[in-house]
């Protein structure tokens, strides 16, 4: 049997800026060529929600593609999240706070990673809530610490800690704006 080989942080580092985005989850490295327009499109429109959201309860703020997330010698780059600001602290990504929130927007590309390896990566670091976003089948994956994965393709809620009310998104008409190019806000 072959004997696969594990990767550094210090080798991650030194991979070439060529429009790749390259991430290492314990020790395995993957790499996932630019999104499709379709997936940006998820990711913006869904961000525009967040941002409002998470301003408005002072939750932090929502990072998006080259923030990334070091937990050991792991480093990955998520879709979108939503970490406490940290103002004046050390400016290295290892001493930034967990996010409250980690989202990737499934992609052939990463499909499987999102579902596997990253998930469990960010269940293990104990990060509270996880979204896996399938635009395919118009649908979210909420993964919790502890808990069982849930399936949503209506309303969807969030209510983090320290938020006075929660964030409600209206999935099919989410969708439908993201993909089908219907005007409005979700």
Avoid at 36 to 44: D, I, P, Q, V
Avoid at 134 to 145: N, Y
Wanted: overall charge negative; some cysteine; charged content about 30%.
């Amino acid at each position: 049997m072959a004997q696969i080989r594990k990767w550094t942080l210090r080798e991650l580092h030194r991979l070439p800026d060529d429009g790749n985005k390259y991430e290492l989850v314990r020790g395995e490295l993957f790499v996932t060529p630019a999104p499709s327009r379709g997936h940006e499109e998820l990711a913006a429109r869904l961000a525009r929600i967040l941002d409002i959201y998470a301003a408005k309860h002072r939750l932090g703020l929502v990072y998006r593609p080259r923030a990334i997330i070091r937990i050991g010698e792991s480093e990955v780059e998520p879709d979108l999240m939503v970490r406490p600001a940290s103002p004046g602290g050390p400016s290295g990504w290892e001493h930034a706070p967990l996010p409250l929130l980690v989202v990737e927007i499934l992609s052939d590309t990463t499909r499987r990673r999102d579902q596997g390896e990253k998930r469990t990566l960010y269940t293990d670091a104990g990060i509270p809530e996880y979204w896996i976003v399938d635009g395919e089948e118009r649908r979210v994956r909420r993964v919790l610490p502890d808990a069982r994965d849930q399936e949503c393709d209506s309303s969807f809620t969030w209510h983090p800690a320290g938020a006075a009310e929660p964030l409600v998104i209206d999935l099919p008409r989410f969708f439908r704006q993201a993909l089908e190019g219907e005007d409005g806000n979700a």
